[in-house]
């Protein structure tokens, strides 16, 4: 059974930085797509960033050199280190794993399994 498990969010002033994590387990696949969404108040989900089994990142146009996605394979975790945070970055973050794509795509449906989510927010 899979599980992701978000944690790290917290509260934090534009131009700050912070570090969410995911718990990932209860899969076995040697290819998958791990990837980071978040879901502003009011708004859609959106994809920020992707790393897949290969540590091949891709990231949102938004994103701008801000944010770096990793993973430690010997933990299970995947990380989002978040830098010069703006309250448009104000949101529930949600990490997700993809095991049917041969590529992976920062896209919302692409991803079969979510976290529950972990509640970042950016005061100006």
């Known amino acids: 059974q899979v599980q992701l498990m978000e944690s790290g969010g917290g509260s934090v002033q534009a131009g700050g930085s912070l570090r969410v994590s995911c718990a990932a387990s209860?899969?076995?696949?040697?290819?998958?797509?791990l990837g980071w969404f978040r879901q502003p108040p009011g708004k859609r989900r959106e994809g920020v960033a992707s790393?897949?089994?290969?540590?091949?990142?891709g990231y949102a146009d938004f994103v701008e050199g801000r944010f770096t996605a990793s993973k430690d394979v010997a933990k299970n975790t995947l990380y989002l280190q978040m830098n010069s945070l703006k309250p448009d970055d104000t949101a529930m973050y949600y990490c997700?794993?993809?095991?049917?794509?041969?590529?992976?795509?920062?896209?919302?449906?692409?991803?079969?399994?979510y976290g529950q989510g972990t509640q970042v927010t950016v005061s100006s």
């Open positions: 997700a794993l993809d095991l049917r794509h041969p590529e992976c795509l920062i896209m919302v449906d692409e991803y079969n399994y």
């Open positions: 790393i897949d089994s290969d540590g091949t990142t």
């Open positions: 209860g899969y076995t696949s040697s290819r998958y797509c």
